[in-house]
Structures are given as structure tokens and as C-alpha cells.
């Protein structure tokens, strides 16, 4: 069990070992996990990109639960360098290999693979393959050098746990009163 | 809409049989291969056949090959390129994936099944015991003539007393929850059998020649052997009672032995329910049973099958066939050593996004929903370091250290081929690569 304490880290660890997963090696588990996705935009997709933006605020005010399975903290989505480069920047639970065919079925409800298909280099055959998503994400990975967390290896879903526990002990406190 | 007369019957339909043996082959060159195939394949059941054959016809035969046996009958690199990677791998390479570490790594396995010369599996089915001890000296007889093949291993199983219903060496009533092909629940077959559509689209491409892959299916086989002395030492130390005893080993299931889900008999067995197909698998847990005070979150069929708490369920489905094999262990003996268990198959359309997934994600992540340290019960692979908690009220269970159950002692990925698949690798023809695009008819062909 953790303390409780922040946590930093230099990435990578050294001698650390890569582990397989079910698409080829995973991405090691670290204080801030998750992705930063850096691509080449299309010429001239920039818009469209730019676009979902209010098209995700409109689907998670409509459904607050659509990406849940992606075990998501933080999600922030970059487009710089003029518009001609876009960065995926992901904090979540999970190794990604475990569910990138829940991952690519849940973009393709959502729509957000639209997004992905604007970029440079994303699989044409993305629809069927999850494989070549995953080798996708592996290839435009930015591994971070250095990464913090203030309350490690807790995940999102015991926070809010935690959080509605709180909520309803002092409710149940102020009631004895 | 399936094509029942070129699908094998294996994972579609039953013969009556209580008894059956497994053969796995060898082959030392394709001519080998493809003579032993030649002399079978008549035998070979299809699902029509099977299903419109009377309750007494069991002389069918299953045959199945691991990647190495269709490069063994000669299918060229081209197509063997094309077949999934994990399937290329074999199970024994995907130890790490599968969480076949420790105790359940290939290294402890059984028979031969970890190495490179596994070809074939041909699986004859039989009436009783000794219709399967006759069967199998015929089919001995018969691999004798035919130069270059060999057997490298078998195993002999057999449906444990009482027969009436089916049931492992722990006691637990079995099979009672397959993904339903037909009716309102239907999943659609291409999650199971390559060409159809699947929950997701058209299904995956179609490794090459579309000849050698339509209507086939991956299967995953699992020999696992069950330490009933340890189970049974287990339920004596966490019971006092018979009846408490009963409910540690619902607990583990998810189910009581009778089969009655604790989803609907929460605090007293119910052999009826149990027996009742029509309603031992009618059940849910979002509303339910959200924390698990009835089933427990770990418990080996919530793993199994999340139903409506876990994302496309549909696409996480396997039809499982297999049964029992070694003498059963007289109830209240000691364990005597003897090797039982029960070698099951499980049959789907993609192996790393139903199988594996199962194995990696469900079965033997620690941190599985939430939970710290814990594994599946029954299948996980235990060390003495696993826990496994049990909600209940005023204040939860916790069993600490969990001993292994049972222990992984063989496996294998095969491709089930379909019976024009077995009639093109028997004659070794090499056809033109065709499109690869699955899910839509190329019109007849021979």
C-alpha cells in the first residue's frame, strides 16, 4: 500500500525491463501515466480538428460516461507549431494494450477517429485492425523525461470513491448534530 | 445464413459423447500430413450432420492444427504470413501475456505440448470409455500406415459420476453459459467463425488462401490440472459446516456447485435453479449486485463475463467445449497424486481480443476492478501471494494468501479449419491468393 506521498521520477527508469503485452511491447507504467501523442497534421485538417473540441464538451454534457473505459484522469488536446502539428496529451489508469479494442471502438462511436485520420501516418485500416492502432501510438509516443505525481498509483475511479465517501460520512456526521 | 455443411460441428454442436481422447500429432513432411489427413477426413463432422444425427451416432472426429502444422502440410510462407501473430506465436511464446508464469509457465508443461513439433490435434469423440479405447487403437492402427506421422502424446477423458449433468473434479455443475448464436441474446457468429460478419463490422481480414480460413476457427486449449485435495483442504479450513463450506465454494465460483448463481441464490443453495437451464444463467449485476455482496467481484464467472457492467461484453465472448479427464478422487480421501483435471477449449474469431484478453486483463491482473492483489480463484496462476476479499456485511471477508487450485499443464492455439479448408490441405493444391476482404460471399466454388 502507498503512502500517500508525491512521487517523481527520471524516465526512463534505469534497467528497466519491457514487458509484452497482447500488441507487442508495453509502455511502462509511470507516476503521470499515459500518452503524449505527437503528430504531423494533414495540410489543412487543422479545422476540422480544432472543431471537436466543442463536438467532445457536447457528447460528455450529454453523456458524462462516454470515455470512462479509457480510465481517463486528464485529457489535453494541442494543435502548434502553426497548426501543422497536433499533441494528444493523456493521463490515465491503465496499460493502453489492454484496451485499445475497446479504445478504437469507443473513438469510433464518439467520432473522435476523425481526428486521428487527419494525421500523418495513422493506419488506413484502423477501422479493423487494432494492432496497427496501437503501433500508431507506439510510434508517435514522446516518452517523458522527467514525470510527478502528488498522489501516486491512485486511480480515477478510487478518487471519486473516496471523494463520495467523504462526502457522505460528513453528511452522516452533520446529521448527529 | 451459416454454412453448417463446411463448418466443423466442434464448436456449434454436441454428439452424445461421454468419453473422448485427444491425439496430438506430428508430421514429418506434408505427404505424411496430408495421407493421415486423406484417411480422416470422411470422419470429420460437420454441424449440420452432427445436429440431424441420432443420439447414438458418435463416430465423429475434430481436427485442428497449430501453425506449425499447416506450415507441417505445406501451406506456402506467403500464407502462413497472413495469420494473426499471436496464432504464428503459439501459446507456449505468450506465456507473459497469458500470465503462465511460475508454476503455469510452458516449461512445467506436459506431453510435448510447448515445442515446435505440436502439428495437429484430432479429437475422437465416443459413446463410453471403452467405444473411445476401441476408437483410438483404430486410429493408432491407421497412423501406423501412414510413414511420417506420429503421435506425440494423448489424453483420455471421460464424463465424472454422475453423469446425468456435467461437472468438474471439484464438483462444480459446468458448461452452463455459452454465448447464444440464436434468439434475442445472439451474438453474432463472426465473433466465433471467420467470413461472418462480427458485434464490430465485417470481422477481421481473412488470413490467405480464403479457401484455407472461411468458416475455420482459433481455439484455445487449456489443460489444467485440479488439485482436489488442496480445494477440499480449503473449504474444511474456511467452513465449519457443510452448509459454510458450500458457501466458500460459491463464493470462489461465483456459483454454487449445484449451479445455482449466487446472483439469484444470495444466501441459500438452490440445486432446481441450478439444473434449470432456462433460468440458472438469467442474471445481471449493475443493478443488482453493483458491490458484489452477492457475487463477488473476483469471483470466477464475474471475471468470466461481466455482463452489463463491462464495455462490449459481446466482443469478450468464447464458446468453451471440453470436459474432464483422470479418476475421480473418492469424497473424503486424501489426494493420492494422480493426475485429473479438465482440458478445455475455447473457441473464437480473434485470440489476442477474446482469449488473451480474458487471460491478460481478467484473469491474472492483480489490480482487476479495483481490487488489490488478487487474482482469479479458480484459473488464476497462484503463488500463496494472492488474496481474495468477499463483501459482506457488517464487515468483509478477506481469504489471504490463497493456495493454487489448479495448475496450467498444457496448451495450445490451433486453427479449426472448415471442411473444403480440409479437403485443400489434404490435396495440397495451391490456389490463387484471393481478395482479402471478409463478410461478403465470392459466390460458389467448388
Same mark, same amino acid.
Given at each position: 500500500?502507498?503512502?500517500?506521498?508525491?512521487?517523481?521520477?527520471?524516465?526512463?527508469?534505469?534497467?528497466?525491463?519491457?514487458?509484452?503485452?497482447?500488441?507487442?511491447?508495453? #509502455?511502462?507504467?509511470?507516476?503521470?501515466?499515459?500518452?503524449?501523442?505527437?503528430?504531423?497534421?494533414?495540410?489543412?485538417?487543422?479545422?476540422?480538428?480544432?472543431?471537436?473540441?466543442?463536438?467532445?464538451?457536447?457528447?460528455?454534457?450529454?453523456?458524462?460516461?462516454?470515455?470512462?473505459?479509457? %480510465?481517463? $484522469?486528464?485529457?489535453?488536446?494541442?494543435?502548434?507549431?502553426?497548426?501543422?502539428?497536433? #499533441?494528444?496529451?493523456?493521463?490515465?489508469?491503465?496499460?493502453?494494450?489492454?484496451?485499445?479494442?475497446?479504445?478504437?471502438?469507443?473513438?469510433?462511436?464518439?467520432?473522435?477517429?476523425?481526428?486521428?485520420?487527419?494525421?500523418?501516418?495513422?493506419?488506413?485500416?484502423?477501422?479493423?485492425?487494432?494492432?496497427?492502432?496501437?503501433?500508431?501510438? %507506439?510510434? $508517435?509516443?514522446?516518452?517523458?523525461?522527467?514525470?510527478?505525481?502528488?498522489?501516486?498509483?491512485?486511480?480515477?475511479?478510487?478518487?471519486?470513491?473516496?471523494?463520495?465517501?467523504?462526502?457522505?460520512?460528513?453528511?452522516?456526521?452533520?446529521?448527529?448534530? | 445464413?451459416?454454412?453448417?455443411?463446411?463448418?466443423?460441428?466442434?464448436?456449434?454442436?454436441?454428439?452424445?459423447?461421454?468419453?473422448?481422447?485427444?491425439?496430438?500429432?506430428?508430421?514429418?513432411?506434408?505427404?505424411?500430413?496430408?495421407?493421415?489427413? &486423406?484417411?480422416?477426413?470422411?470422419?470429420?463432422?460437420?454441424?449440420?450432420?452432427?445436429?440431424?444425427?441420432?443420439?447414438?451416432?458418435?463416430?465423429?472426429?475434430?481436427? !485442428?492444427?497449430?501453425?506449425?502444422?499447416?506450415?507441417?502440410?505445406?501451406?506456402?510462407?506467403?500464407?502462413?504470413?497472413?495469420?494473426?501473430?499471436?496464432?504464428?506465436?503459439?501459446?507456449?511464446?505468450?506465456?507473459?501475456?497469458?500470465?503462465?508464469?511460475?508454476?503455469?509457465?510452458?516449461?512445467?508443461?506436459?506431453?510435448?505440448?510447448?515445442?515446435?513439433?505440436?502439428?495437429?490435434?484430432?479429437?475422437?469423440?465416443?459413446? =463410453?470409455?471403452?467405444?473411445?479405447?476401441?476408437?483410438?487403437?483404430?486410429?493408432?492402427?491407421?497412423?501406423?500406415?501412414?510413414?511420417? &506421422?506420429?503421435?506425440?502424446?494423448?489424453?483420455?477423458?471421460?464424463?465424472?459420476?454422475?453423469?446425468?449433468?456435467?461437472?468438474?473434479?471439484?464438483?462444480?455443475?459446468?458448461?452452463?453459459?455459452?454465448?447464444?448464436?440464436?434468439?434475442?441474446?445472439?451474438?453474432?457468429?463472426?465473433?466465433?467463425?471467420?467470413?461472418?460478419?462480427?458485434?464490430?463490422? /465485417?470481422? +477481421?481480414?481473412?488470413?490467405?488462401?480464403?479457401?484455407?480460413?472461411?468458416?475455420?476457427?482459433?481455439?484455445?486449449?487449456?489443460?489444467?490440472?485440479?488439485?482436489?485435495?488442496?480445494?477440499?483442504?480449503?473449504?474444511?479450513?474456511?467452513?465449519?459446516?457443510?452448509?459454510?463450506?458450500?458457501?466458500?465454494?460459491?463464493?470462489?465460483?461465483?456459483?454454487?456447485?449445484?449451479?445455482?448463481?449466487? &446472483?439469484?441464490? +444470495?444466501?441459500?443453495?438452490?440445486?432446481?435453479?441450478?439444473?434449470?437451464?432456462?433460468?440458472?444463467?438469467?442474471?445481471?449485476?449493475?443493478? &443488482?449486485?453493483?458491490?458484489?455482496?452477492?457475487?463477488?467481484?473476483?469471483?470466477?464467472?464475474?471475471?468470466?463475463?461481466?455482463? =452489463?457492467?463491462?464495455?462490449?461484453?459481446?466482443?469478450?465472448?468464447?464458446?468453451?467445449?471440453?470436459?474432464?479427464?483422470?479418476?475421480?478422487?473418492?469424497?473424503?480421501?486424501? =489426494?493420492?497424486?494422480? =493426475?485429473?483435471?479438465?482440458?478445455?477449449?475455447?473457441?473464437? !474469431?480473434?485470440?489476442?481480443?477474446?482469449?488473451?484478453?480474458?487471460? /491478460?486483463?481478467?484473469?491474472?491482473?492483480?489490480?482487476?476492478?479495483?481490487?488489490? /492483489?488478487?487474482?482469479?480463484?479458480?484459473?488464476?496462476?497462484?503463488?500463496?501471494?494472492?488474496?481474495?476479499?468477499?463483501?459482506?456485511?457488517?464487515?468483509?471477508?478477506?481469504?489471504?494468501?490463497?493456495?493454487?487450485?489448479?495448475?496450467?499443464?498444457?496448451?495450445?492455439?490451433?486453427?479449426?479449419?472448415?471442411?473444403?479448408?480440409?479437403?485443400?490441405?489434404?490435396?495440397?493444391?495451391?490456389?490463387?491468393?484471393?481478395?482479402?476482404?471478409?463478410?461478403?460471399? /465470392?459466390?460458389?466454388?467448388?
Amino acid at each position: 500500500m502507498n503512502d500517500l506521498k508525491p512521487i517523481a521520477a527520471a524516465l526512463p527508469r534505469k534497467g528497466e525491463k519491457l514487458v509484452k503485452g497482447r500488441y507487442g511491447s508495453m #509502455m511502462p507504467v509511470t507516476p503521470a501515466n499515459g500518452f503524449t501523442l505527437i503528430a504531423k497534421v494533414k495540410p489543412g485538417s487543422a479545422p476540422t480538428i480544432r472543431a471537436y473540441g466543442q463536438k467532445i464538451e457536447d457528447t460528455i454534457r450529454e453523456s458524462p460516461d462516454a470515455l470512462a473505459v479509457l %480510465r481517463l $484522469h486528464y485529457l489535453r488536446w494541442v494543435l502548434f507549431d502553426n497548426d501543422t502539428r497536433f #499533441m494528444y496529451i493523456g493521463i490515465f489508469d491503465t496499460d493502453f494494450d489492454k484496451y485499445v479494442e475497446d479504445a478504437v471502438m469507443l473513438f469510433k462511436a464518439t467520432g473522435i477517429t476523425t481526428i486521428f485520420e487527419q494525421l500523418e501516418g495513422f493506419p488506413a485500416d484502423w477501422r479493423d485492425n487494432p494492432a496497427a492502432f496501437a503501433e500508431f501510438c %507506439r510510434v $508517435h509516443q514522446a516518452p517523458s523525461f522527467m514525470e510527478y505525481a502528488q498522489y501516486p498509483d491512485i486511480s480515477a475511479i478510487e478518487v471519486v470513491k473516496a471523494v463520495t465517501m467523504k462526502r457522505a460520512l460528513a453528511e452522516a456526521l452533520d446529521q448527529l448534530q | 445464413m451459416l454454412d453448417l455443411d463446411d463448418i466443423q460441428h466442434f464448436l456449434l454442436s454436441r454428439p452424445h459423447a461421454l468419453a473422448a481422447r485427444y491425439e496430438f500429432l506430428s508430421f514429418a513432411s506434408p505427404e505424411a500430413g496430408r495421407a493421415w489427413l &486423406a484417411g480422416i477426413l470422411d470422419t470429420v463432422g460437420n454441424a449440420r450432420a452432427v445436429t440431424d444425427a441420432a443420439d447414438s451416432d458418435t463416430r465423429w472426429v475434430t481436427v !485442428a492444427f497449430t501453425w506449425n502444422g499447416l506450415r507441417a502440410l505445406g501451406v506456402d510462407e506467403s500464407a502462413l504470413a497472413t495469420f494473426p501473430a499471436e496464432f504464428r506465436e503459439g501459446m507456449a511464446a505468450r506465456a507473459e501475456v497469458l500470465g503462465d508464469v511460475g508454476n503455469n509457465h510452458p516449461d512445467h508443461w506436459d506431453a510435448g505440448l510447448a515445442g515446435p513439433d505440436l502439428h495437429a490435434i484430432v479429437i475422437l469423440f465416443a459413446s =463410453d470409455a471403452a467405444a473411445r479405447d476401441r476408437s483410438a487403437a483404430k486410429h493408432a492402427a491407421f497412423v501406423s500406415t501412414c510413414h511420417g &506421422a506420429r503421435v506425440l502424446s494423448s489424453l483420455d477423458l471421460e464424463s465424472l459420476p454422475p453423469i446425468e449433468y456435467s461437472h468438474d473434479h471439484f464438483g462444480y455443475r459446468d458448461k452452463l453459459s455459452q454465448p447464444a448464436l440464436e434468439g434475442p441474446d445472439a451474438i453474432k457468429p463472426g465473433e466465433f467463425i471467420l467470413g461472418y460478419p462480427d458485434e464490430d463490422g /465485417n470481422g +477481421p481480414n481473412l488470413p490467405q488462401p480464403e479457401v484455407l480460413s472461411r468458416n475455420g476457427s482459433y481455439l484455445a486449449y487449456r489443460r489444467l490440472q485440479e488439485h482436489v485435495g488442496a480445494f477440499r483442504d480449503f473449504l474444511a479450513q474456511n467452513g465449519r459446516t457443510a452448509e459454510e463450506q458450500e458457501m466458500v465454494a460459491a463464493k470462489l465460483m461465483g456459483r454454487w456447485r449445484s449451479g445455482a448463481p449466487l &446472483a439469484l441464490a +444470495p444466501e441459500k443453495d438452490d440445486p432446481e435453479l441450478g439444473a434449470d437451464p432456462h433460468r440458472n444463467n438469467a442474471f445481471n449485476y449493475k443493478d &443488482a449486485d453493483p458491490k458484489g455482496y452477492a457475487v463477488p467481484l473476483g469471483a470466477h464467472i464475474r471475471r468470466m463475463n461481466l455482463r =452489463d457492467t463491462g464495455a462490449h461484453m459481446n466482443r469478450r465472448r468464447m464458446i468453451r467445449r471440453g470436459t474432464t479427464y483422470g479418476r475421480p478422487l473418492p469424497a473424503g480421501a486424501a =489426494d493420492d497424486g494422480v =493426475d485429473r483435471g479438465i482440458a478445455s477449449f475455447f473457441g473464437c !474469431a480473434s485470440l489476442v481480443r477474446q482469449f488473451e484478453f480474458t487471460q /491478460n486483463v481478467w484473469v491474472n491482473d492483480p489490480k482487476f476492478q479495483e481490487l488489490e /492483489n488478487e487474482r482469479d480463484p479458480i484459473i488464476g496462476t497462484q503463488d500463496g501471494t494472492f488474496d481474495m476479499t468477499i463483501p459482506k456485511r457488517p464487515v468483509r471477508k478477506k481469504f489471504k494468501g490463497l493456495p493454487a487450485f489448479t495448475t496450467v499443464k498444457g496448451g495450445a492455439y490451433f486453427f479449426l479449419p472448415g471442411i473444403r479448408a480440409l479437403r485443400y490441405l489434404s490435396a495440397g493444391e495451391r490456389p490463387a491468393v484471393s481478395e482479402p476482404r471478409s463478410g461478403e460471399s /465470392n459466390g460458389a466454388r467448388t
